[in-house]
C-alpha cells in the first residue's frame, strides 16, 4: 500500500517555475514506477512523465519535454516535477501516481496509487 501526497501548486506568471513534490508513504514506495500526470480545467487527465524503478528511465509527453524533469529520492520516500518556462496552456491540477509496472507507463489504467492532486495556475 502506498499512499501520495502532492505539494508545491500554486499561481505562477507565464515563463516562471515550479516544482511539485510528492510525498509517499509505505516502504515499498522504491519499487514503484513513478508518474506524474494533469488535468486541464475541462479536459480529461493526460500523462506527464514517469521515472521506472527498474532502470531509473524517464519519458515524457511531447508537451512538456524539455521542459519539466522528473526526479525521485527514494530514501526520503519523495518524488518531483521540476517544471521551467511554464506555458498558460499547462494550468491543471497535477496528479502524482505510482505504478508496479515498468516500460512505458503512460497510461492512466497502468496506475495503482494515486495522490489527490495540486493546482498548478499560470497566467500570462
Not at 506568471?13 to 516502504?27: I, M, V
Request: with cysteine; hydrophobic share 30%; proline share 2%.
Amino acid at each position: 500500500q502506498v499512499k501520495l501526497t502532492e505539494s508545491g501548486g500554486g499561481s505562477v506568471q507565464a515563463g516562471n517555475s515550479l516544482r511539485l513534490s510528492c510525498t509517499a508513504s509505505g516502504r515499498a514506495f522504491p519499487y514503484y514506477t513513478v508518474g506524474w500526470f494533469r488535468q486541464p480545467p475541462g479536459k480529461e487527465r493526460e500523462f506527464v512523465a514517469h521515472r521506472t524503478w527498474t532502470t531509473d528511465s524517464t519519458y515524457y509527453s511531447d508537451s512538456v519535454k524539455g521542459r519539466f524533469t522528473i526526479s525521485r529520492d527514494n530514501a526520503e520516500n519523495m518524488a518531483y516535477l521540476q517544471m521551467n518556462n511554464l506555458r498558460v496552456d499547462d494550468t491543471a491540477v497535477y496528479y502524482c501516481a505510482a505504478s508496479t509496472r515498468t516500460g512505458r507507463v503512460d497510461m492512466m489504467g497502468q496506475y495503482d496509487y494515486w495522490g489527490q492532486g495540486t493546482q498548478v495556475t499560470v497566467f500570462s
